[in-house]
C-alpha cells in the first residue's frame, strides 16, 4: 500500500493520495480485486492485443484538418482580462488532470493519445425543442470560434492562465432551444474502459459528467472550448471539445464531451457523488470556503511557482456574481 501511505507536501498533493481506499485503489489493487478479467483486460489495455499500439488520430493539435487551418488561430477578444503571465504551453500540457487516462498528472498526456477523437459527435437532447447531433465539423463550422485568455484555478490550489479557443455555450444552446422547464444542463463524456485504464474503476461512476443550471450555461463566460494556444485542443486537455467554466474550479471544466442534456431536476455528477462534501455541485472558487485537503485561500501557478491570493468567482465577479446574489 506504499501508494497511500505517501505524505503529499504542501501543493504537490496529487488528489488521490488521501482519498479513501473504497474509491481509489491502485492499479495492482485493481487487478488483483478483478482476478483473471482484469489481467487480461490489462493485457489488452496496456499493448498484447493486436491493433492496440495504433494510435488513432495523434496530436490533433499539430495535424491540422483544411477546415481547422482556416479556423485557428481564432480572432483573439480582450474583454476577459488576465491579471497574470500566460501559463507556458508545454507547461499547461504536461500537467493535467483527466482521471479516465491517470491519476498521475504528467502521465495524462501520454496515455490521453489513446482516445480517437475524430470522427466524434456531440448530441444535443432532452428538454429542447430541437435535439440536435453535431459532427465536431458542424460544430466548427457553425458557431464563430474566438481566442479568450482565462484564469483556471483546480481545486487542488494549483493555478494556470491560458489562452482558450471556443464559442459561448449559449449559441449552442440558442440552437436546439431549451423549453422553458429545463433547469439544468448536463454534460457527459465518453465511456470506453478499453481505450482509458481508469475507467476500470467499474465502481467509479464513469462516465464522467458535470452540470451547470441552465442560467450559468447561459452566462457569456461559458465556453464550449475546441482549441488551445492557437490550434485544436491536444486529447490531455479534451480534444476534441471541452467545456470551460473560468469562475468554477477545474473539475466542473469536463473534457471531452459527447452528449449534453437538458432536464429538469438537478442530475448526479462524478466528483459530487464520490465525494460529496469535497466537491459541491456549485463549486463556485470561493477563499472563504475551506476545502478539508487544500487551503483555498491561495493558488500557485504551475510551471512558475508563483504564489497567488485566490479571488472569489476566481475573479469573474463582474461577470457571474448576480447568478448567485
Ligand atoms: N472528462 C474529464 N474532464 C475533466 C477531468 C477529468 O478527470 N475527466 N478533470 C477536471 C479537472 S479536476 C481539472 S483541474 C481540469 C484540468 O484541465 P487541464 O488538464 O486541461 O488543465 O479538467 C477537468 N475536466
Ligand atoms: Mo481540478
Redesign the pocket.
Known sequence: MTHHIKIPKGWEMP?HDLTPESIFMNRREVLQAMGWVGALSASLLYGCAPGSSEVTNAHPETNLTPLEKKLYPATRVTRYKLDRRVTEEAV?AS??????FSEVKED?DHHAQKLKTRPWQVEVTGLVEQPKTYDLDDLLKKFHLEERFYR?R???AWA?AVPWTGFPLKALLDDVKPLSKARYVRLV?FHEPFTAQGQIAFWQPWP?S?ALTVKEAMNELTLLTTG?YGHPLPK???APV?LIAPWK????????IQRIELIDTKPQT??NTLQPHEYGFTANVNPDIPHPRWPQTKEKMIGTGEIRLTQLYNGYGDFVADLYS
Open positions: 488528489e499547461a500537467y493535467n488532470n483527466y482521471y479516465e495524462v483556471h483546480c481545486v487542488e494556470m463524456s464522467y458535470e488551445v490531455q486537455h479534451g471541452r474550479y477545474g473539475f466542473k471544466s469536463i473534457k471531452a462524478f466528483w
